[in-house]
């Protein structure tokens, strides 16, 4: 970035005050049902909420949006996405009511121009993003802008991408990455309707442990380039959707941050609700 850019940067985000560089997410959303029920993930979600500095901003990146393109939210009051079916009707009543932050979607867009990143007015925020900050921050006080996933791009590219964010950090705004690092719905095994039933296959288990070494060791690259770390890879992850989240939080750690896991559980036998914090 020139000079000249860098100043225009600082301009443009003179209204958020300058932080310590603050912690980055990956957070293992697992079932819209989360957002309802008090179990333990919901309880270390209020835990990290009231332990982490508290944001001026937060930019999610969810699972569950995807896009031919890279767009960020630009709307001043998102509307909560119901992207789900066949629910209790309690989860269809949650609502969400936290502003957007239409300057820093723009900034965002001018200091990722390189990737072309777009602002949108239509998405919202959906329930990769809600049904997790509800518990981090219930009052909704907290601007929330979303960044989509260009589903056309390779692993690499998001993780450039992701480095680009890497200034927002000093300006108090939260990254979170929200996902699942193994995820295969056609493989769940669901009892009594419990979806968070501890318990894991063999090969998620492996996985996940694999998976695990690799980030707590910072080989990023090992984790880009996926495929070639376990025979599992394909039948854990059928879709990349849940992955990425995860590799545009891993790009974000700077020299000598420590990447800690949290809620380490393998649930319905191929969802990993393992989550990191990089700090």
């Not at 390779?154 to 939260?174: F, I, N, P, S, T």
């Not at 063999?202 to 910072?218: C, M, P, R, Y």
């Not at 941050?257 to 700090?279: C, H, P, R, Y």
Request: proline letters at 4%.
């Amino acid at each position: 970035m020139t000079t000249n850019s860098l100043q225009h940067l600082h301009k443009e985000l003179s209204y958020l005050k300058d932080t310590p560089l603050m912690p980055v997410l990956f957070v293992g959303h697992g079932t819209p049902m989360n957002a309802i029920e008090d179990n333990e993930f919901a309880h270390k979600w209020i835990e990290l909420g009231k332990e982490i500095p508290h944001p001026q901003a937060i930019l999610c990146i969810s699972a569950h949006w995807e896009t031919r393109g890279t767009f960020v939210t630009a709307m001043q009051s998102p509307k909560t996405i119901h992207d789900f079916y066949g629910f209790p009707r309690e989860l269809y009543m949650q609502q969400y009511q936290a502003q957007g932050f239409p300057d820093l979607a723009n900034d965002i867009k001018v200091n990722a121009s390189k990737f072309n990143v777009e602002t949108d007015y239509e998405w919202g925020l959906d329930h990769g993003t809600w049904s997790v900050l509800k518990y981090f921050y219930p009052k909704a006080d907290i601007p929330v802008l979303q960044l989509s996933i260009d589903y056309t791009k390779d692993m690499q590219y998001h993780y450039d991408l992701a480095k680009e964010l890497m200034y927002l950090r000093r300006k108090g705004v939260l990254i979170i990455g929200s996902g699942n690092m193994i995820h295969n719905l056609r493989m769940l095994q669901v009892e009594n309707d419990d979806f968070n039933a501890r318990y894991g296959y063999d090969w998620a288990i492996e996985l996940n442990e694999l998976f695990k070494e690799k980030i707590q060791k910072g080989d990023h690259s090992a984790l880009i380039h996926y495929k070639s770390l376990s025979k599992w890879t394909q039948l854990a992850m059928p879709t990349l959707d849940h992955y990425i989240p995860m590799i545009y939080a891993l790009a974000l750690q700077t020299e000598g941050e420590q990447a800690s896991m949290f809620n380490d559980k393998i649930v319905a036998g191929a969802l990993s609700m393992t989550s990191i914090i990089i700090n």
